[in-house]
């Protein structure tokens, strides 16, 4: 009977599984460790979100062709210095750690072994850049998503390549209906969605519903937690203030530009930018003008 | 030779007449096509996922084969008392040695060449290319790896009693080489000075199994690695494969069995 | 005339594991010679020490002190065992193999060529009765089956000296009866054979000359007919007073 060869085999996959584990275990350890401050609460945690957030690893992994840090490259390091999937997501391009990137983990080879061992695995750092090359990473980030419905920086990834690199709108408006159901209140899916329809459907009407629907939502959530994200609020209110400047609503799109300056590390170029608006729509209102400073 | 290659025979017999390669194999190629199977975003050529998982499968088989069907050779002689009529024969307890790795490596060979083909299937049926050069050094690089794993589970099956403890000991080891040896050095620098030093010794003395890990390069299609590097790596695993059958013999040679 | 088996002084301890050096006596100064044609029986109650001796013969164990030697080649020496023949007592073949894939094997190991040794698997196949059954996997033969198969490879390569340790032992009537037959065979083609047994009758029927073990020692040894006459009774109750078993206590 191959039964106790069939117990090594279930070892073995217990071990690799373990092993694979170990690292998105590291990083969301600390990563999770930072929020709740319970080390208990992660090990014992939803051990589903752990797996998830491995598969969103193995997608950046893929992103680089296999070319990734271990732990150990991290610990040497101090820290996880590439961007997980989900923290890029407005387009892996502009990694803010290009550079660091560049340099690569690995350091100059230590000792013989080292430097033969190079031949061996990814040494090199690329990026999937050939046409349709960027599919590889779907299925992790799907699985990533069937695991953990709740992450919604998922969807947000995984719109953002199929709508962008791999001409697959219709797909990505359903993965993003999908988190949307998952997360009714999620103003990041909101916005991606209005991308979807104000970028490939050329529906301002929908993008422009969807969008005001994630500024009502942000500032729900905002009015109950002290301390939002304003990275979406501001591309939300970009977003609209374009959408409506399009479509001949220059008062709304100020309304919006002025709501942005408040929240926007750049306030003086909003500024510039509202005042390119009023004299786009001073003519008709002449008569108001003056009176509004 | 001709004993060994006898004794080598009958290890393959068995290998083929024992239903555990068939299981583990029907068992990696379901669950590959199941993966297979499965819909991404209405995209059918996505593949490398299914490369990645298909190679894992194959990876955790060819270990489970060899350490399982090596650890058993020996200590299956002594209990069966089949090594009695054996050694009576004109044999050396070296040509036995020989043999059971012999056996054992080339049945791994068969195995892998089984493994490798059904995975050229399932890549080449997305990719609808044939990266000849890369699957072929992955293969030969892998069973280079198992000649080191087979002799060390042979050296293991006459230094420890019971089979079931030396396949679970070469097994931790194998794995915590995997996993570990690459990054051992790094570990070093992190330790205060004695045991800086005896890690780093470690190190350099272990077999770095993972070297011979060529899947990320195969899953994410990277050019084929110089030939002489692999020749380089065929050295280096046949030179520990050497060592530890080496062993073996010394242990074994004067080794009472009754 | 030269002794085609000899043993000088022998030997032999085990390390009992159970406390610590101490070592369990197995095998006591042991001579004996063993002549070619002769049917030579070894004779001892069970933890005499009979399948020890034959272990060191074949190189299983080594000898603590001594020496045994096998036409004259120290039993150290694989090339010893090129001409011999060896059946041990209690032993299972190769289950996954039919018995013409082991005698195959043991063939070539003998480097038998091809042709020679498809004619030896006929005959001894032929002997021991299993030609019907040869191309079945041995896990499907019963007991006294898979003695005879051990049989059949102690004598694949036609060998000039035969080691059969206790060759009956688990057979019924017609089984030991046939192994006696094929023993006598042998001996009329001018084999050797150094059998070890406890079963007496059979001794008496087919053994040039025997040797009594005891605890190791040897207790007497010559021509059945010369013990009878020694001890003036037969062979079993000779046996019995040389090991000290006295039937009126
Ligand atoms: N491997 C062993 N380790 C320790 N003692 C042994 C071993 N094999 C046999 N003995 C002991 O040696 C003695 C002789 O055994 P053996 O040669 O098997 O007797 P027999 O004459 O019945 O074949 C016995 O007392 C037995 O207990
Ligand atoms: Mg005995």
Redesign the pocket.
Known sequence: MPAPSLLFGLLCSVCFTLATWLQPWHQSWAGSRAQSGSLLNVVMGDSRQLLANHFLVKADVYFHSGYYPSIFDQVTRGAPHMATAKDDHDGKEDHDHEANEESGFLQPPRDWIDRFSRHFYPSRHTHLEKPGEAREILPWLRIAADLDPHNVGTYSVAAYWLRQHLNKVDEAEQFLREGWRANPDSYEILFELGRVFDENRNDPERARNVWELGLRKWHEQSARHARQDNFVLEQTLTQLARLEEREGNLPKAVSYLEELKTVSPLPDTIQLQINELKQKAAPPSAVKGPKSP | MNNALAIASVVVKELYRRKDFYVLFVLTALITLLMGSLNFFNDDKIVRYLKEICLLLIWISALTIAVGTTARQIPAERENRTIFPLLAKPISRGQLVAGKFLGCWLACGLVLIVFYLFFGVISASREHQWAAASYFQALWLHWWMLAVVVAMALLGSVVFAAPSSNATICLVVILGILLMGRHLNQVALQLAEPMNTVVYAIYFALPHLELFDVRDLVVHNWDPINWLVCGGATLYAAAYAVFFLFATWLVFRRQ?L? | MKPILKIQDLVVE?R?HEFGQKV?L?VNRLSLEVFPGEIFGFL?P????????MNVLLGFVPASRGAAYIFNVNVREPIARQRIGYLPELTYYYKFLTAEELLRFYARIFRIPAAEADRRIDEVLKLVELDAVRKRPIKTYSKGMQQRVGLAQALINNPDLLILDEPTSGLDPIGRMKVRQIIQRLKSQGKTVFF?SHELGEVETVCDRVAI?HQ?ELRAMGRVSDLEEKYKCNLEQAFLKVVGYEPGL
């Not at chain 3, 069970?46 to 001796?53: H, L, S, Y």
Request: proline share 6%.
């Open positions: 009472p009754a | 085990y009992t369990k197995a001892g069970n933890g005499a020490g009979k399948t020890t001796t070890s073990l190791g």
